[in-house]
């Protein structure tokens, strides 16, 4: 199967009660052959309006950082752990984590990236756990490069973009680690 056909399966999907609420389905975006692979938790008010990842007040600064270290959003393929908007930005639950799973797990699969640059707790623990890291908390975790040599992959956990429009303090962090991340790039 082509990223193609899964971004259009999860357009249409229905496999837990998130479709019923949504406006748009977001599948992800960016380049099918990036090196670099970010996850967030669940796609916001404004990324469900427009069917696209990190398209809001987090992807402005996600972005802002992004280009302060020369990493273009077209080089990147950027997601999410749940492809549609729970309701009133809620937590993801267990069994729309659980139906959504598949899809990131076959978008990895497709896109092979060197690393995966997780945000939040939630996107965090899910592809943590995924390559049998434990996972904790993401104060403790991020700007760490975990690696799985088994699965030839590296992950780097941060906080989300999100965690910085309420805690400013948050946004040098990320960007720090966002630094670590465009160093190792290179």
Same mark, same amino acid.
Request: hydrophobic share 35%; proline share 6%; aromatic share 10%.
């Given at each position: 199967?082509?990223?193609?056909?899964?971004?259009?399966?999860?357009?249409?999907?229905?496999?837990?009660?998130?479709?019923?609420?949504?406006?748009?389905?977001?599948?992800?975006?960016?380049? +099918?052959?990036?090196?670099?692979?970010?996850?967030?938790?669940?796609?916001?008010?404004?990324?469900?309006?427009?069917?696209?990842?990190?398209?809001?007040?987090?992807?402005?600064?996600?972005?802002?950082?992004?280009?302060?270290?020369?990493?273009?959003?077209?080089?990147? +393929?950027?997601?999410?752990?749940v492809k549609c908007r729970p309701p009133k930005n809620r937590n993801p639950?267990?069994?729309?984590?659980?139906?959504?799973? %598949?899809?990131?797990?076959?978008?990895?699969?497709?896109?092979?990236?060197?690393?995966?640059?997780?945000?939040?707790?939630?996107?965090?623990?899910?592809?943590?756990?995924?390559?049998?890291?434990?996972?904790?908390?993401?104060?403790?975790?991020?700007?760490?490069?975990?690696?799985?040599?088994?699965?030839?992959?590296?992950?780097?956990?941060?906080?989300? %973009?999100?965690?910085?429009? +309420?805690?400013?303090?948050?946004?040098?962090?990320? +960007?720090?680690?966002?630094?670590?991340?465009?160093?190792?790039?290179?």
């Amino acid at each position: 199967m082509d990223m193609e056909k899964i971004e259009e399966e999860i357009r249409k999907c229905r496999k837990c009660n998130l479709w019923k609420s949504r406006k748009n389905a977001v599948p992800g975006e960016g380049n +099918y052959s990036a090196d670099l692979m970010v996850v967030g938790e669940a796609p916001g008010k404004k990324e469900d309006e427009m069917g696209r990842p990190f398209v809001g007040k987090a992807g402005q600064i996600l972005n802002e950082i992004f280009e302060e270290n020369g990493i273009k959003r077209e080089d990147i +393929y950027i997601t999410n752990v749940v492809k549609c908007r729970p309701p009133k930005n809620r937590n993801p639950l267990y069994d729309e984590i659980k139906a959504c799973f %598949p899809y990131l797990e076959k978008q990895i699969e497709l896109i092979k990236p060197k690393l995966i640059l997780t945000l939040g707790n939630f996107g965090a623990k899910v592809i943590m756990e995924l390559y049998g890291f434990k996972a904790y908390s993401i104060t403790k975790m991020h700007g760490k490069i975990f690696d799985s040599p088994l699965h030839q992959i590296k992950i780097l956990p941060t906080f989300h %973009p999100a965690a910085c429009i +309420y805690n400013p303090l948050l946004k040098e962090k990320l +960007y720090n680690d966002i630094k670590k991340l465009r160093d190792f790039l290179k």
